[in-house]
């Protein structure tokens, strides 16, 4: 089989892309898919070492593998950052040590040469195993100064033709303008794989919000999937460059499923699931 796909994209670091994927790999696997999650390339301290390896991948496609019931695997983040400060990184690949790059180094010697058939090549092997890929984007698609290298993005949903759902964080405020200028700076091919939007974090009556989501419903053709409230748990952090975040606590495995059934059943009720599996991403409908 070659598993769909589905990518998951933000209009900025923090948007909830990485929830939205654990939620959304629950709900699948719940359906009776086979689901796995994936995140081309990670930025992150925030490590997960593999039962009888030494090899790494980003502590929260841990999680989303975890919400997905998969064991944990290398190959849902095929390449991992590690910030080390004045712009150099430690660089794995498929878990492993593979060099210390300077960010410019990293973006015109490496990510499009290297990188990317990694990625592919790992893409390709998940979907073979699976009816669908989750895959989670990096930062925000529009940051235009490094379009032309950004595999975690649109590059990435261009190759493997991927529908995207955009989120947007309504708690930092700014959230419509983020919506509007993130669409249009992307290139119209990119823009036309944006499927929905989901606004998340929300806190309040959603009937003050009905004005707003008609404007841009119609500035963007997009339709609004669903408006999340902020959801309370204790799950790692995403990433490592949001400095407001703190390291991550552990989590029991008991606790962990409890808190991702949790998210997945909240997410569940306000988002319509079935029209996202047959009209965006084209599954065929498995309900339980």
């Known amino acids: 089989m070659t598993a769909k796909v589905l990518m998951i994209q933000g209009t900025s670091s923090g948007a909830g892309k990485s929830t939205l994927v654990i939620a959304l790999c629950r709900i699948f696997s719940d359906m009776g898919y086979s689901v796995s999650p994936f995140k081309a390339q990670n930025m992150t301290s925030n490590f997960y070492t593999i039962s009888n390896t030494n090899k790494k991948l980003a502590r929260i496609q841990a999680v989303q593998a975890f919400a997905s019931r998969k064991a944990p695997d290398s190959r849902m983040n095929p390449i991992l950052l590690e910030p080390l400060g004045d712009y150099w990184s430690n660089v794995f690949i498929n878990g492993i040590y593979h060099a210390r790059m300077r960010a410019d180094e990293y973006y015109k010697d490496f990510v499009l040469k290297e990188g990317l058939s990694s990625v592919l090549k790992n ?18 698609p529009a940051e235009i100064n490094i379009a032309e290298y950004d595999i975690a993005n649109m590059l990435l949903a261009e190759k493997i033709s991927a529908p ?9 405020g700014g959230c419509f303008a983020s919506i509007v200028g993130t669409l249009g700076l992307l290139k119209p091919q990119h823009c036309e794989l944006v499927k929905g939007i989901v606004i998340n974090k929300f806190r309040g009556d959603k009937l003050i919000l009905d004005g707003a989501i008609t404007t841009i419903e119609r500035m963007t053709k997009k339709e609004v999937l669903g408006i999340l409230p902020r959801i309370e748990f204790t799950l790692p952090n995403e990433d490592s460059l949001d400095e407001t975040k703190v390291q991550s606590p552990e989590v029991s495995p008991e606790s962990l499923d409890e808190q991702v059934n949790i998210l997945a059943s909240k997410v569940k009720e306000i988002i319509d699931i079935k029209s996202i599996v047959s009209r965006v991403v084209g599954l065929e409908q498995k309900w339980m």
Request: avoid cysteine; charge should be negative; aromatic fraction near 0%.
């Open 164 to 172: 995207v759902i955009l989120i947007a964080d309504i708690e930092r």
């Open 123 to 140: 893409l390709e092997e998940l979907r073979q195993e699976n009816d669908v890929i989750l895959i989670e984007g990096a930062g925000s």
